[in-house]
């Protein structure tokens, strides 16, 4: 079945930092990517998405391609800061007729000043 | 903002008590799904809901579990016996109509704790 593998983490970072997530996918259609985040004690939160190939989704400096030809959608940032610190999740919808989203272990993030 | 919410924020039972878990999608929204994360683990599709009935489950989602809108606004999960790998956080999520592009919304969440 469709399945999503992102980086373990924690990753820590100190401000300013550059960022790289990475997150791979397997589907048998043409899903949509997603990137969800998740700050403490809240629930998760679209960050961005991309709907087909060479798409890319940007939102609050972050951004991602969607790259078919390597079944990928890495996370970046140029610049991280210590509010950026938090779980990010990959995840796809797989265009069925539900749509459910299925998630990446997700990877938490730690920006230290 | 238009959100989803859900109560309680937090539920205690112990093994073998029924748990009820709430949410309130967005009001326009046609769509709605439970989603629940282990702790630790990864966040895990339940179950989603449209036109009144269920429209597609995981495996996960055995005969102990049963959802249901009852009033035309809240999206109830129901779980008849729990049992202490029920523990997780659920969440809740609704969308305004189908298709892989649009967004789903998501609820803060419910901490189930089963001792």
């Known amino acids: 079945g469709d399945s999503v593998t992102q980086m373990e983490g924690p990753v820590t970072l100190s401000e300013e930092a550059f960022l790289t997530i990475n997150c791979t996918y397997t589907a048998t259609g043409y899903p949509s990517l997603f990137w969800y985040v998740q700050y403490p004690g809240e629930g998760l939160q679209l960050l961005l998405k991309?709907?087909?190939?060479?798409d890319k989704g940007s939102n609050k400096g972050f951004e991602a391609t969607y790259r078919k030809e390597t079944t990928s959608f890495h996370l970046e940032k140029g610049s991280v800061q210590v509010s950026d610190s938090a779980v990010y999740f990959c995840a796809l919808s797989d265009g069925g007729a539900t749509n459910k989203l299925i998630f990446g272990t997700g990877t938490l993030l730690a920006v230290q000043p | 903002e238009p959100e989803v919410t859900q109560t309680p924020s937090h539920q205690v039972t112990q093994m073998g008590q029924e748990v009820i878990l709430r949410c309130v999608p967005i009001s326009n929204h046609l769509y709605f799904y439970w989603y629940r994360q282990i702790l630790g683990q990864k966040v895990e599709f339940l179950v989603s809901f449209y036109n009144n009935e269920i429209s597609e489950k995981s495996e996960i989602f055995d005969d102990q579990f049963s959802v249901e809108r009852p009033d035309g606004s809240n999206f109830t999960l129901k779980i008849r016996s729990t049992k202490l790998e029920d523990s997780a956080m659920y969440f809740c999520a609704s969308t305004p109509r189908g298709g892989a592009t649009y967004e789903q919304y998501f609820g803060p969440g419910t901490r189930l704790t089963v001792t």
């Open positions: 991309a709907t087909k190939a060479d």
